[in-house]
T-cell receptor, first 111, second 117 residues
Framework: SQQGEEDPQALSIQEGENATMNCSYK?????LQWYRQNSGRGLVHLIL?????REKHSGRLRVTLDTSKKSSSLLITASRAADTASYFC???????????FGTGTRLLVSP | EAGVAQSPRYKIIEKRQSVAFWCNPI?????LYWYQQILGQGPKLLIQ????????DSQLPKDRFSAERLKGVDSTLKIQPAKLEDSAVYLC???????????????FGPGTRLTVT
């Protein structure tokens, strides 16, 4: 079953703009991860944030986690056409040793 | 470092036929996963191996799906007989647990796109 729900389902922006994607989940987590999937390809791990962390940065990526609201956001700053992909959040639930993926956000960055 | 390898990349079969997918994980990764990703959805875990033992196969339709990981390295996933609803991308991933809290960062292969007609 899907644990996370991403919002929006699809996002279309211009190069240079920022893109924000949100993820909500249902149960207590150990950590939350974001993955990118280019069309027809496998998933690539972007960033992991643990349940005791509130914010994490990696290059142009910024992830926040609010465990009280059971939500996370992924911000991509100064987007590029190469950022066009689907982005998935995935949770590692407390007590369960596996990743449960959300439904994904399709991001289109136009030149 | 070589990534996760999968083959074939594409497969078209008729319903009721059988099909097998192969995965070679990153060298040294003890944990291997098979996921099913239906178009427009996120990946769903089918089975997880730790070395050559099954850790979780709760979402594997065992009446038609089977998987093995002999010698704790390569793995095969088989569907027999296939149904139309098995049309999906089958992703293999591997990971190496590190640290005090398991990171569960997973490395994915390119996937096999299966079409059942």
């Amino acid at each position: 079953s899907q644990q996370g729900e991403e919002d929006p389902q699809a996002l279309s922006i211009q190069e240079g703009e920022n893109a924000t994607m949100n993820c909500s989940y249902k149960t207590s987590i150990n950590n939350l991860q974001w993955y990118r999937q280019n069309s027809g390809r496998g998933l690539v791990h972007l960033i992991l944030i643990r349940s005791n962390e509130r914010e994490k940065h990696s290059g142009r990526l910024r992830v926040t986690l609010d465990t009280s609201k059971k939500s996370s956001s992924l911000l991509i700053t100064a987007s590029r056409a190469a950022d066009t992909a689907s982005y998935f959040c995935a949770t590692v639930n407390t007590g369960f040793q596996k990743l449960v993926f959300g439904t994904g956000t399709r991001l289109l960055v136009s030149p | 470092e070589a990534g996760v390898a999968q083959s074939p990349r594409y497969k078209i079969i008729e319903k009721r036929q059988s099909v097998a997918f192969w995965c070679n994980p990153i060298s040294g990764h003890a944990t291997l996963y098979w996921y099913q990703q239906i178009l427009g959805q996120g990946p769903k875990l089918l089975i997880q191996f730790q070395n050559n033992g099954v850790v979780d196969d709760s979402q594997l339709p065992k009446d038609r799906f089977s998987a093995e990981r002999l010698k704790g390295v390569d793995s095969t996933l088989k569907i027999q007989p296939a149904k139309l609803e098995d049309s999906a991308v089958y992703l293999c991933a591997s990971s190496n647990r590190t640290g005090e809290l398991f990171s569960y960062e997973q490395y994915f292969g390119p996937g096999t796109r299966l079409t059942v007609t």
